[in-house]
C-alpha cells in the first residue's frame, strides 16, 4: 500500500524533509540496528540500514581457534537458534574431514534444529505482536518458548548458547525420559497455533496493518538473494531441507508453506506454518529414533586435510552457509559465514521507500533479523 | 460436570473477595442514597455556622473548595486503583501474576509505592526543549479533564455543577487536553514527540466528531443535554406486550441504540488514546511519543489524565448508555461505579486484546465508517421520533 505523496505548487518551497534516526537504541529494532529515515511528514522518502553495532569479528577471530573452540563462538551468531549455527558449523568440518554421523546422531540433530526452529519462531511471533502494538502474544510465545529451553536445558545444560551439536555427533545422548517430555510438549503446542490465529492471525486490526505491506515481488527477493521465510512469503517454494537435504531430511514427510503476495502478512503465516510443519517433523524422529551410537569416530586433535568446504542450511531466517578453508592445521585458515539476516536485511532500503512510520516497524519485523548475526 | 479445581491461595482470594463484597454491600446499604447523607451533613454544618453567625458567601465557598477536594480525592484514587487493576488484569491475561508484594495481599499498595517514586523523582527538562511549553503541557493536559468531572453525575444528585448543557461541557473541555498533548509534543524538542503530538492532534480532532454525533440520537429522544435528566429518562423497563424485558437503558434501544453505544465507544477509546488506537504513544514506532521526555511527576500527571479520561469515558457511557445510577436494590451511586467500573475493564479488556492500528487507516476508519453510520444513526432517530 504505497502512498502517493502528492506535490502541491509552491509546496516545496516549506516543507522540510526530517531525518529521523531509528535507532541504534529504540524499542523495537530487535538489537542494535540504526536506519536511517528521511521523511516528509509521515511517509518515509529515503532509508539507510546502518549495522556494525554487534561486530565482534568473529570470522577473524576463528583464525585463533580450533575447530571444536568455534562451536562455542557459531552459538553467538543468531542467539536465538544457536542450534543451527552449530549444525551448520559441524557440516563443514565433517565435509572437509569426510565424516559419517551414525544414523541417531543424525536424528538427534534434526530434533533439536527443528525444536530450536519453533522456538526462534515463537520469538518473531510474540515479538512481532509488539511490533504491531499487541502486548499479550509476547508472553504466550515466551511461555511455550520456556518449556522448549526447558527441554534444551536438560539435553545440553544451557537454554541459549547449546554447543550441543559436536563435530561428529553430539554432545550427549538424551536424557531419561526426555523422549516423553517432548511428545507432551508437542502434544501440549498443538492447540496453542489455534490460540494464536484467533489472537493475531485472522484479527482483522493485524491484517489491516499487515497486508498488502511491504511487498517483496519474487523478482526482487530472488535478485537480493533473500532466503528464508521471506523468500517463501514471497512465492517462491525454496528450502534448502527440501531441495538440497542435509541430515537426513530427505526421510520426512512436510510441507513447505507459500505465500502469494509478498507481504508482512504473507511472511508471518509462513513462519507460523513452519512452527506446524517442525511439530510434525519433530514427531516422525521421534518416532523412528534408531538405536545405536549417536558419535561418529572422531580423533582428540581435530585437524582437517587441507582444502576447503562450503556446507549449507535451512536456519529460521533463511540460508545459513559456511565457507571453511584449512590448511592442515588445527586451526581453520578463513572461515566465511553467510548469514542469512545479514542479506535479508539488505531489502530494507528498497521497500520501505514510500511506507508509514509505522509500517517501517511492521516491515522491520517481518523480515525477522538477529543483529548478532548481521554483523557477527 | 467438571468443578474446577482451586488451589489453596485461589480459594483463599476468592474469599477474600466475597468477604470484601459482602462487607461492601453491607456498607453501601446502610449509607444509602449518598446525596440525602451529605444534605444531612451539611445541613448541620450551615445550622451551626448560621449560629455562630458566619456570612453564607463564606459557606458556598468552603462547599466549593471541598467538592473540589472530593472529585480531586475520588479522580486520583480510582485513578490508583484502575492502574493497579489494570496491572492485575493485564497479568492474568498474560498468564503472570503482576505485582504480588507491595502491600501484602496481591499487591495492593503498588501504585502508592510507584507514585511515591514519581513524586521523588528528578525533574529534567532537556536541553532542547522550550521550558515553559514543557511545563505546561501536564498541566494543560489534566485540567480539562478535572473540570469535565464537576458535571459528571455520579448517581441521584451527585453532581456539583448540573449544567443544562452538561454533555456539551464535557465535550468541549475534554477537546482542549489534545492541545497539552501537542504542546509536549512540539515542547519537548524531540522528534518522536513531534511525531507523536501530530498524530495525538489529528487523532482527536477527528474523532470528536463521531463522538458527539453518536450522542446525538440519545438527546433526540430525550430532549435535553442535561446528563442527570438523560440518566433518568432511563429508568424502568422495556415493555414488550406489558412485561417488562429489559432495563429501559439506551444501550438496549433497537439498532439505533447499540449502534450509538459502539461508536460511542470505540470514538471514546480513541479519545483517550488508547489501545487499538494509542498511536500518539506507541511505544514500538515513537518510543513513547509525546511523553518521551517526561518524568517524575510531569509524567505522572499526562499518567493520571490518560485514566481520570478513561474513568470519565465510562462514566458517560453509564450515564448515556447503561441508566446512570439505576438499579435495584443498591443506592445509586454503587450501581453508577460498578456499571462505570465495568465499562473501564472493556477498556482495559481491549487494551491488552488488539493489535494498534496504523495512523492513516485510523483516519479512514473515522471519516469513512463511524461519521457516515453515525449520521445514519441520527437519520433514523429522527424517522424514529416522526412515528
Known sequence: ?376 | MILPVFTQSQKRSVGVLVAMGAIGSTIALLIGELNQRIFQVWGFVSEFASKISIPSFMLSFVSMVLQCSVLIGFISVSVMFMVWWERKISAHMQSRLGPMYTGGWHGWAQTIADAIKLLLKEDIIPAAANPWVHRLAPVLAFVPCFLCYAALPFGEGLISADLDIGILYIFALSGLSVLGIVMAGWGSGNKYSLLGGLRAAAQSVSYEIPRVLSVVPIIMFVGSLKLTQIAQAQTGFWHVGGIPVLPRWFIFYPVIGQLAFIIFLIASVAETNRTPFDIAEAESELVAGFHTEYSGMKFSFFFLAEYAYVFLSSGMTTTLFLGGGSGPLFPSWVWFLLKSFAVVFLFLWFRWTFPRLRVDRLMEFTWKFLIPWSFFNILAAGFMGLM
Open chain 1, 1 to 376: 500500500m504505497t502512498t502517493e505523496i502528492i506535490r502541491l505548487p509552491g509546496q516545496d518551497l516549506s516543507s522540510e524533509e526530517m531525518i529521523l534516526n531509528l535507532g541504534p537504541q529504540h524499542p523495537s529494532t530487535h538489537g542494535v540496528l540504526r536506519v536511517v529515515l528521511r521523511m516528509d511528514g509521515e511517509v518515509i522518502t529515503g532509508s539507510e540500514p546502518d549495522i556494525g553495532y554487534l561486530h565482534r569479528g568473529t570470522e577473524k577471530l576463528s583464525e585463533n581457534r580450533t575447530y571444536p573452540q568455534m562451536l562455542v563462538i557459531s552459538d553467538r551468531w543468531d542467539y536465538l537458534s544457536a542450534m543451527s549455527n552449530n549444525l551448520v558449523w559441524c557440516l563443514a568440518v565433517e565435509k572437509l574431514m569426510q565424516l559419517e554421523v551414525p544414523q541417531r546422531g543424525q536424528t538427534l540433530r534434526i530434533i533439536m534444529v527443528e525444536l530450536n526452529r519453533i522456538a526462534s519462531h515463537l520469538v518473531f511471533f510474540g515479538t512481532y505482536g509488539i511490533d504491531i502494538g499487541a502486548y499479550t502474544p509476547f508472553l504466550y510465545a515466551f511461555r511455550e518458548r520456556e518449556k522448549i529451553l526447558d527441554l534444551f536445558e536438560e539435553v545440553s545444560g544451557a537454554r541459549l548458547t547449546y554447543n550441543y551439536i559436536r563435530i561428529g555427533g553430539v554432545m550427549a545422548d538424551l536424557p531419561q525420559d526426555w523422549v516423553g517430555k517432548c511428545r507432551s510438549f508437542l502434544e501440549w503446542i498443538k492447540p496453542r497455533f489455534v490460540e494464536y490465529d484467533i489472537l493475531l492471525t485472522e484479527n482483522p486490526i493485524f491484517k489491516d496493518r499487515t497486508v498488502g505491506v511491504g511487498i517483496l515481488t519474487k523478482e526482487k527477493a530472488l535478485s537480493y538473494g533473500v532466503t528464508g521465510p521471506n523468500l517463501r512469503g514471497s512465492g517462491v517454494s525454496f528450502d534448502m531441507r527440501k531441495d538440497e537435504p542435509y541430515s537426513g531430511y530427505d526421510k520426512f514427510q512436510f510441507e513447505v508453506p507459500v505465500g502469494k503476495n509478498g507481504d508482512c502478512w504473507d511472511r508471518y503465516w509462513v513462519r507460523i506454518q513452519e512452527m506446524k510443519e517442525s511439530v510434525k517433523i519433530i514427531e516422525q524422529a521421534l518416532d523412528h529414533l534408531p538405536e545405536g551410537e549417536c558419535n561418529a569416530k572422531v580423533p582428540r586433535l581435530i585437524r582437517p586435510p587441507k582444502g576447503e568446504a562450503y556446507a549449507h542450511l535451512e536456519a529460521p531466517r533463511g540460508m545459513l552457509g559456511i565457507y571453511l578453508i584449512s590448511d592442515g592445521t588445527e586451526k581453520p585458515y578463513r572461515v566465511h559465514v553467510r548469514p542469512p539476516s545479514f542479506i535479508n536485511l539488505a531489502i530494507l532500503q528498497e521497500i520501505l521507500v514510500g511506507m508509514k512510520v509505522a509500517d517501517v516497524i511492521a516491515i522491520l519485523g517481518s523480515i525477522d533479523i538477529v543483529l548478532g548475526e548481521v554483523d557477527r
